[in-house]
């Protein structure tokens, strides 16, 4: 038995971008491991090399709801990982399809077609060098108004593996997540974040979602990096959104059905 309970995982990748699982297997194993939820969250439209198509999504959603069919006793979300692509904001999921999803999630990654050619200056730049060059003040506040703009305009449920390839000030970020009710993942496959941003974060109302990013079906609900970050900063479980018994109220209203008296 794990220190840890999951309501549900909320970002899993399958073979639609570059999970090794399909949907099926994945929520298989999510079933196996006792979650009352699982998120399938593919690499979203402008992801160079993995992302989803239109073909994609049409035949997702149809496994989604065999599986639905076959295994009514597993909640299975239609999700996405967006892709931040502009510096004023913008992700690449546009907003009137954004109610198409059960669950959003967004995230920063390098090899993905930005909004605008100035775009690749102003919030890509860096993290092509990232590691080499730290960020000056500037680029920093660069890219924490991009993603706080983000947040703002999209109705984004989970801000995937914050700080990976984009440094932002995560104190802001969780600011403006608490204020917009988007929660902030605590991954197992990237976590970059400092002791200090840890901190940060914890200095806001900010509430944390625990997600396996499982790439692999084996690593479907496996939390055990962040498991540890909970235990070094001695984080409230109260504050984890899908931790033992807790279960996420999401901006997409998704999980409202929980909620009703
Ligand atoms: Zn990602
Ligand atoms: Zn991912």
């Not at 706080?148 to 593996?161: C, G, Q, R, S, W």
């Not at 917009?180 to 991954?187: A, H, N, Q, R, V």
């Not at 479980?237 to 008296?261: E, T």
Request: include cysteine; charged fraction near 25%; hydrophobic fraction near 35%.
């Amino acid at each position: 038995m794990s220190e840890y309970q999951l309501f549900g995982d909320y970002h899993t990748h399958t073979t639609y971008s570059h999970g090794k699982g399909s949907v099926r297997d994945n929520v298989v194993r999510a079933k196996e491991l006792g979650l009352k939820q699982i998120a399938i969250s593919d690499h979203s439209l402008k992801h160079i090399v993995f992302g989803l198509t239109e073909k994609k999504i049409i035949n997702q959603l149809n496994d989604i709801e065999n599986c639905r069919k076959e295994f009514p006793d597993i909640d299975i979300l239609f999700g996405v990982e967006s892709n931040l692509i502009g510096s004023e904001g913008v992700i690449d999921i546009p907003k009137d399809r954004q109610k198409e999803f059960n669950i959003i999630l967004c995230g920063f990654h390098k090899p993905v077609r930005p909004d605008k050619l100035s775009d690749l200056k102003k919030i890509y730049m860096n993290s092509y060098f990232c590691g080499i060059f730290p960020p000056t003040k500037s680029v920093l506040k660069r890219h924490t108004h991009a993603l706080i703009e983000a947040v703002k305009n999209n109705t984004i449920d989970v801000l995937a593996h914050i700080n990976y390839s984009l440094k932002v000030n995560c104190g802001e970020v969780a600011k403006a997540c608490a204020d917009y009710g988007t929660f902030i993942e605590l991954s197992s496959r990237h976590l970059v974040t400092t002791d200090k941003d840890i901190e940060d974060m914890l200095k806001t109302d900010v509430k944390f979602i625990l997600n396996s990013d499982a790439h692999k079906v084996s690593n479907i609900g496996n939390c055990s990096m962040a498991w540890e970050i909970i235990k070094k900063f001695n984080i409230s479980h109260d504050r984890i959104v899908n931790l033992n018994g807790n279960i996420p109220k999401f901006r997409s209203g998704y999980n409202d059905k929980y909620f009703k008296n």
